[in-house]
C-alpha cells in the first residue's frame, strides 16, 4: 500500500474515532420529555444487598431509610448474619428490615439478592446497587416509562463526590464513559444493560422467574435486560440518574474493577466492545492521525499542534456531554478523562489477557455455567 494511502486511512480512522466520540456526546446529553408518574413510594419494594461494612454507608443506609419512611418496602439482603454491613445499619437504622440468607450458584450477588426478590410484594421491584441514593420522588420518575409496552427500566448511577484523584478516574469511567455511551445507545434503540437501579414491575419479575431471570448470564443487568426483552417487551434506559458518592477509593481498586467489567463483557456478546472502545478512542485515534499527518510529510512541530487540538476537542466533547447531565466536568474530571483515555488500550489488553473474574471471593469467569441449588431464608 503506498505511503499516500496509508495517510488516507489514517486520516478516515481519526475522523471516524472523532465522529463518534462527538455523536454519541449528542445522542446522550439531552435527557428524553419525561413521562407521566404514575406510582407513589408504596408501589416499591427495593432490594438493596450489602456485602460489607463499606456497603453501610451512612448516606446510604439512611436514604433507604426515609424511603421506608416514605412508604416502600425495603428489603436489605446480606449473606450471612455476622455481615459486616449489618452492624452499621443497625447502628445507625435499628428496625432495619435485614434478610440473610445464602446461595449456591456461580453468583454471589444473585445468591444475595435471591431472597429479596421473591420476599419482594410490591407492584414495582427496584434492584439497587449499594451506596446509590435516591430519594422517593426521583424513584417514582425512574419507574415512570414502565407500562405494558416497557417491562424494564434501568436507572444508570451518577458519579459524584470523588475524594482522591483514583476515585475521580473512577468517575471519569462511570460519567464521562459508561455513561455517554449507554444513554447515546439507548437513544438509538439499542437494547442496553448496566447497573445502577433496575425496575421492573412484580409481574415481569415473575414471568422471567424471578431471580433466575437474573441468572441466565455471567452478568445480572445483561441477563435481565435479555429476559425481559425475550417477554415481548422493551427495556430502556430512565432519565433520572440516581448519585452515588464515591469518597475515597484506592487505585488499585478502580483498576481491578475495570478490569473484572472489561473481562465480563468478554463472556458476553457484546465482547468485541473490549477491543472497538479502545480502538475509538482519543489515545488511539490521536496516534493514528498524527502518524497520517507525518506520513504525509507535515512538519513535526505541526503534528504535535494538531495532536494537542485532538486531545483538547476530545476533553470539550465530554464536556459537553456532561453539562447536558449537569454532570460537573472540571480540571481535576478533564486530567481524570485523560488518564481513563491513555490506558484504555493496556485495559483491553489486561482483560484479553487474563480469564479470572475475582469478585466477593468468587471467580466468575471459572463458575458462571454453574446453577445453584435453593437460598435458604432467615430474619436477622
Not at 428489603?75 to 428496625?95: F, K, M
Not at 420522588?137 to 482522591?164: H, N, R, Y
Not at 481535576?332 to 473474574?357: K, Q, T
Request: aromatic residues 8%; charged residues 20%.
Amino acid at each position: 500500500m503506498e505511503p499516500g494511502a496509508l495517510a488516507w486511512l489514517g486520516v478516515g480512522w481519526w475522523s471516524f474515532g472523532t465522529a463518534v466520540h462527538w455523536a454519541s456526546a449528542a445522542l446522550a446529553r439531552t435527557p428524553r420529555q419525561g413521562a407521566a408518574v404514575h406510582h407513589r413510594a408504596a408501589d416499591f419494594s427495593i432490594v438493596a444487598p450489602m456485602a460489607g461494612a463499606e456497603d453501610a454507608s451512612t448516606p446510604y443506609v439512611r436514604s433507604l431509610q426515609r424511603l421506608a419512611q416514605a412508604g416502600a418496602e425495603i428489603l436489605i439482603c446480606v449473606a450471612t448474619v455476622d455481615d459486616g454491613a449489618v452492624a452499621p445499619t443497625r447502628s445507625l437504622w435499628p428496625d432495619a428490615p435485614i434478610l440473610v440468607g445464602n446461595g449456591d450458584t456461580f453468583n454471589p450477588k444473585m445468591n444475595n439478592v435471591r431472597k429479596g426478590l421473591e420476599a419482594a410484594c410490591r407492584k414495582v421491584v427496584a434492584l439497587c446497587d449499594a451506596g446509590i441514593l435516591i430519594d422517593a420522588e426521583e424513584l417514582c420518575q425512574a419507574a415512570a416509562p414502565l407500562s405494558d409496552k416497557v417491562g424494564l427500566v434501568l436507572a444508570l448511577k451518577a458519579a459524584e463526590a470523588p475524594e482522591t484523584f483514583a476515585a475521580e478516574i473512577e468517575r471519569a469511567y462511570i460519567d464521562g464513559h459508561q455513561a455517554r455511551f449507554l444513554l447515546a445507545a439507548d437513544r438509538l434503540g439499542i437494547p442496553v444493560a448496566s447497573g445502577g437501579v433496575t425496575l421492573l414491575t412484580n409481574d415481569t419479575l415473575q414471568r422471567i422467574g424471578n431471580w433466575r431471570g437474573f441468572n441466565r448470564w455471567i452478568a445480572d443487568d445483561y441477563s435481565v435486560v435479555r429476559s425481559v426483552r425475550e417477554l415481548g417487551l422493551s427495556t430502556q434506559l430512565g432519565e433520572v440518574m440516581p448519585r452515588l458518592p464515591l469518597g475515597i477509593r484506592p487505585w488499585p481498586a478502580v483498576w481491578r474493577r475495570q478490569v473484572r467489567w472489561a473481562r465480563t463483557r468478554l463472556r458476553l456478546p457484546v465482547w468485541p466492545l473490549v477491543l472497538w472502545e479502545p480502538a475509538i478512542g482519543c489515545t488511539v485515534t490521536g496516534l493514528v492521525g498524527a502518524a497520517a499527518l507525518l506520513a504525509s510529510g507535515v512538519a513535526p512541530g505541526l503534528v504535535a499542534a494538531a495532536l494537542a487540538a485532538h486531545v483538547l476537542a476530545w476533553l470539550a466533547g465530554e464536556k459537553w456531554f456532561m453539562a447536558g447531565r449537569h454532570l460537573s466536568f472540571g480540571w481535576s474530571a478533564a486530567g481524570a478523562a485523560l488518564v481513563r483515555e491513555a490506558l484504555a488500550p493496556v485495559l483491553a489488553v489486561s482483560a484479553i489477557g487474563g480469564r479470572r473474574i475475582p469478585w466477593r471471593g468468587t471467580d466468575l469467569g471459572g463458575e458462571w455455567r454453574s446453577r445453584g441449588k435453593s437460598a435458604s431464608r432467615t430474619s436477622v
